[in-house]
């Protein structure tokens, strides 16, 4: 597998200034509505991005929604990696019902539409579209712990005014208390406003419940749809015959999705006989079934586990002539997902298969698909988390590996005194346009990042070769041979290291960052020398093996020159960068002032850089030991004379100073600021001036309106003044 992504940890989360909201509707009879048991109560979550949100001058630019279902609670936040919003948290209380996986949530031209379930009622909540709000500003404390001037987000009004309505609201009027329980449900707006919720029961049935459009005067209505072909119109208050209780049949829907095509509102329903079978709601009968195991090879040896739990989900889009589908089936410690496009053409249905591929994992628990990628949230039996994507283009997703998510548990937040959250990762969600994905977690969110090629070859599980890892874009025009010799010196780097205990690599992690060159380079000799690195006797042979495969790059020195060209940020991207001011991009200039310039963003970046920084000095480290340990096997090796002079003296210097730059990095973003008195501000400003280091006055205006709160980094503090500042303007 290629690693592609990596989590940041967004800390703050707990700062949040949460409104509820109570919806409570008619007291119902305790014999109505499907019944969850308590451990089968959701806990989902996923997030929702505006159409316009990769337009650069759209107000909804760079701004999504989060959505968590916990038990009878429906939470909202609204976030932005732009503008900070005021009022953008608020929960809604279902109280005496558990609210349903699968929160749907559709963007029109005026408002925001939110349809949510719980195993008694259905709800359609409407909130302003951004572009509709006033142009005012208030305070907000942000997730930094700021106190700082936001725009209002959608949610900033909200109120239970009208949750009730007919339009908005429906009791659900069948089952009694042995009701087979709902493991699944799904809802969808279709073009004319009118909300339809489908429910599934352990039984095989499914009940669907449709919302008028609002103003239309129109009452709500539920089917109860059987295999059978057993049908039974419901209206509001009447009561059908009680759905037997039993076990789990072939029939019994796993994974639920709806589409509009045409002018019918469709129902894909995947079953745990790993039948597809879609449902017409314009004529309320099954219109056509496909079995996703005839496109499995072999399925001789796939078994259905007890707890089997498939997943469907549909691509994006609105297209009224054809959908996207992903199918995930679930086996004994197997699964396979399944790409299919349905489209209906002259009142006809067809069904496209794409592709299909294997998956190795013991459970997946949440599914995301994307314009461009499918996601899946995995897990083994050992609880160990995992998460993968690939590519929906079908010439790709069935030949290409999947490509992994580095889920950093050990990452340090600046709340380092603050009770622990709970991190239990509960959904996921991408948005392929702006290339904004997270892992929604019970308290707690994480954003995903883009890997650069060092990350993806350091952090991977596996050795990669250059056809995995594409040549980074630097100012060096990289050859297929040169890249391979790099990439073959970065992993050797790595093999180095491992030989090595953890207790010697911090005693030399410790010396490095004291500044103490001279005994750090002593330190390195001799644990290169004594070959009692780890309690394994054979270590000493390991290292010298390690090493030994640079014997078979031709140009070593222009190798190592070449990581660290890498290794380099400045220098491998200055070239590239250009700026906004330049003639005739005023309105660019203009709209890139407050990018990424939210306490979400600064959160976000502070994050990525304190592992960039981390790990860059990592390797920096397993360099030096690894150009220590060629110059001790020069002979080996087959060191020329103008390779040796330069492993000894430029490559070594070169690696030291990028370790000190990445280590000073790495400090910044994980010291707090500290307050400091007005003679002693007044002091630092004047030394500054004497050294004429910086622009005093721009760095002091900057900063004054910044005010972050007690335990933020310093390197948060240089992002949301001037670093960011200066990061925007080119």
């Known amino acids: 597998m290629t690693t592609s992504k990596r989590e940041v940890f967004i800390p703050g989360w707990d700062t949040l200034q949460w409104r509820q909201i ?21 806990r989902c979550g996923g997030g929702f991005c505006y159409k316009e949100s990769n337009q650069m001058s759209s107000v909804t630019r760079n701004r999504f929604i989060i959505w968590r279902c916990l038990g009878n609670v429906l939470e909202l936040v609204e976030q932005s990696l732009d503008v900070n919003l005021c009022n953008n948290a608020v929960r809604y209380c279902f109280p005496g019902c558990c609210v349903l996986p699968n929160v749907a949530i559709t963007e029109l031209a005026h408002v925001i539409v939110v349809l949510v379930a719980t195993d008694k009622t259905v709800h359609r909540l409407t909130f302003p579209h951004p572009s509709k709000l006033p142009v005012v500003t208030d305070t907000t404390i942000t997730l930094t712990g700021s106190v700082e001037t936001a725009q209002p ?44 919720f489908v429910l599934a029961t352990h039984a095989g049935s499914m009940l669907v419940v449709t919302l008028p459009s609002p103003g239309s005067g129109d009452f709500s209505q539920q089917i109860e749809l059987r295999q059978t072909s057993m049908m039974q119109r419901l209206w ?12 789990c049949v072939p029939e019994m829907v796993c994974g639920l999705c709806l589409h509009s095509l045409g002018s019918d509102v469709y129902i894909f329903a995947l079953c745990r006989d790993s039948k597809l079978r879609i449902w017409s709601t314009a004529q309320w009968e099954c219109c056509h079934t496909v079995n996703l195991l005839d496109y499995i090879a072999d399925v001789s040896n796939l078994e259905l586990a007890d707890d089997t739990q498939h997943h469907l989900r549909k ?18 410690g197997k699964q396979q997902v399944c790409l299919l496009q349905v489209e209906v053409t002259n009142s006809e249905m067809i069904v496209h298969h794409i592709a299909n591929r294997p998956l190795s994992t013991d459970r997946v628990h949440s599914m995301c698909v994307s314009r461009a990628e499918v996601w899946l949230l995995c897990s ?14 079908g010439t790709q997703f069935g030949s290409s590996a999947w490509n992994t998510v580095i889920c950093d548990d050990r990452f340090v937040t600046r709340m380092a005194d603050s009770p622990p959250m709970d991190r239990t990762p509960i959904g996921i969600f991408a948005d392929s346009r702006t290339g904004i994905s997270g892992l ?53 780097c790595r093999m180095v290291s491992q030989q090595f205990s953890a207790d010697s690599l911090e005693q030399l992690d410790a010396v490095l960052d004291g500044g103490d060159v001279h005994s750090a380079l002593q330190l390195i000799t001799s644990l290169l020398s004594s070959g009692s690195q780890t309690d394994d006797s054979s270590s000493h042979d390991g290292l010298s093996e390690s090493i030994l495969r640079l014997a078979d790059i031709d140009g070593l020195s222009a190798a190592i020159s070449s990581l660290m060209f890498l290794l380099d940020v400045a220098t491998a991207t200055t070239r590239f960068l250009g700026s906004c001011q330049a003639e005739g991009d005023a309105e660019r200039a203009l709209w890139c002032q407050k990018l990424f310039s939210s306490s979400l963003a600064v959160l976000c970046l502070s994050g990525s850089v304190q592992q960039v920084a981390g790990l860059r000095r990592r390797i920096c480290r397993d360099l030096l030991l690894t150009i220590y340990g060629v110059l001790q096997r020069r002979n080996e090796i087959g060191l020329s004379t103008s390779e ?13 100073q990028l370790m000190c730059v990445y280590s000073a990095i790495h400090w910044m973003a994980v010291s707090p600021i500290q307050s400091v008195t007005q003679s002693q501000l007044e002091t630092n400003v004047h030394q500054l001036l004497a050294l004429s280091l910086v622009d005093v006055i721009n760095m002091l205006h900057a900063s004054h309106s910044v005010m972050l709160a007690e335990g933020s980094s310093l390197l948060e503090l240089c992002i949301a003044a001037t670093g960011g500042l200066q990061l925007r303007s080119q």
């Not at 994006?316 to 589908?325: E, I």
């Not at 874009?473 to 970065?490: H, R």
């Open 440 to 492: 929604i977690q019970e308290t707690s969110l994480s954003l995903l990042r883009p890997c650069d090629a060092l990350e993806m070859v350091y952090l991977s599980d596996s050795s990669l070769s250059a056809e995995d890892v594409p040549p980074p874009m630097t100012g060096l025009q990289q050859e297929s041979s040169s890249w391979s010799d790099t990439l073959c010196v970065l992993q050797v």
């Open 22 to 42: 109570v919806i409570q509707g008619p007291q119902q009879s305790a014999d109505v509505g499907i019944k969850f048991t308590q451990h089968q109560e959701a």
């Open 644 to 656: 040796d002079w330069q492993l000894s003296s430029e490559s070594r210097e070169q690696a030291l």
């Open 380 to 393: 083994s039996f050992s609880g160990q988390t995992s998460i993968v994507h690939s590519s929906v283009d």
């Open 236 to 247: 509001t208050g009447i009561v059908p015959t009680i759905m037997r209780q039993g076990g």
């Open 153 to 196: 987000s959608i949610l900033y009004s909200c109120s239970s005014d009208g949750l009730l309505d007919s339009s908005n609201y429906a009791l659900i009027t069948i089952g009694s208390s042995d009701t087979s329980l709902v493991p699944m449900c799904s809802s969808h707006l279709s073009p004319t406003s009118k909300a339809t």
């Open 315 to 332: 691509s994006p889009g609105d297209s009224l002539k054809r959908v996207g589908l992903a199918a995930c089936l679930a086996f004994d």
